[in-house]
């Protein structure tokens, strides 16, 4: 473990996926870790007992990042079984592809309340409880500069949490926070893989230079460079975590 043993990090969306590897890396560099979910609390819990079993320190807790005071309440309970919050790593979001003119309002809605909405919500309690010193990792995604068919409600979500980042840092002046964004490639996850047929997914995974899948761990990998002490120069940027896909 690492010099951060007193350091708490609360990642969104933590229970499967990018998220749950995140936490159990941090964990493992010596951060307690609040693993957030929406409606996955046995893989949450599940995830709290990896972490403990192997000398970290975990707590589950439940809270839809969309619900402003699910927010509220979510640092209200990191605040009370540890003190604070000295990083958060907002994970959580969703992902549902379609054409700009086919499109509904329920999709767009959907998107935009947990992608960009749950978002600002975490980083609003933040600023206001974040002790300082702290790092605010944002996830966007690289979508942003492949700028694909299809991806147009995602990509406009991912790239206001750009923008949110780079001002934010600017905010958080004086009080020793930096604020970054990752932007992942492709990653290898079940939501990924998940109704994609093998050959497309070859392709996607030969797009990169280094013709590979991106896998979770190498995301966790750049947030919690970005979440240790070799990362605190670094503030106000988005890391294109993709092997080279743009």
Do not use: C
């Not at 840092?169 to 009080?175: I, L, Q, S, V």
């Amino acid at each position: 473990m690492t010099q951060q043993t007193n350091k708490v990090a609360l990642v969104t969306g933590a229970s499967r996926g990018i998220g749950a590897a995140i936490a159990e890396r941090l964990a493992a560099d010596g951060f307690t870790v609040v693993v957030n979910y929406a409606g996955s609390q046995a893989a949450a819990e599940a995830l709290v007992r990896k972490i403990e079993d192997k000398g970290g320190k975990a707590i589950a807790a439940r809270a839809d990042i969309a619900d402003p005071a699910a927010v509220a309440r979510l640092f209200d309970t990191a605040e009370a079984a540890f003190g604070s919050v000295d990083v958060l790593v907002n994970n959580a979001g969703i992902m549902a592809l379609s054409p700009v003119g086919d499109t509904d309002d329920e999709n767009f809605d959907r998107q935009v309340s947990i992608n960009l909405k749950g978002s600002f919500n975490t980083l609003r309690e933040a600023a206001r409880r974040m002790r300082d010193g702290g790092r605010i990792i944002n996830l966007s995604s690289s979508v942003v500069g492949l700028l694909q068919p299809g991806y147009g409600v995602y990509a406009a979500t991912k790239a206001a949490i750009e923008a949110l980042t780079s001002v934010m840092a600017k905010e958080m002046r004086g009080r020793h926070i930096t604020v970054n964004a990752v932007a992942p490639g492709p990653v290898g996850t079940e939501l990924f893989l998940n109704g994609k047929p093998q050959e497309l997914v070859e392709r996607i995974a030969k797009a990169a230079p280094l013709e590979r899948l991106g896998e979770p761990d190498d995301i966790a990998a750049t947030v919690a460079f970005l979440a240790g002490p070799d990362g605190a120069w670094i503030n106000g940027q988005t890391l294109r975590s993709n092997g080279g896909i743009i």
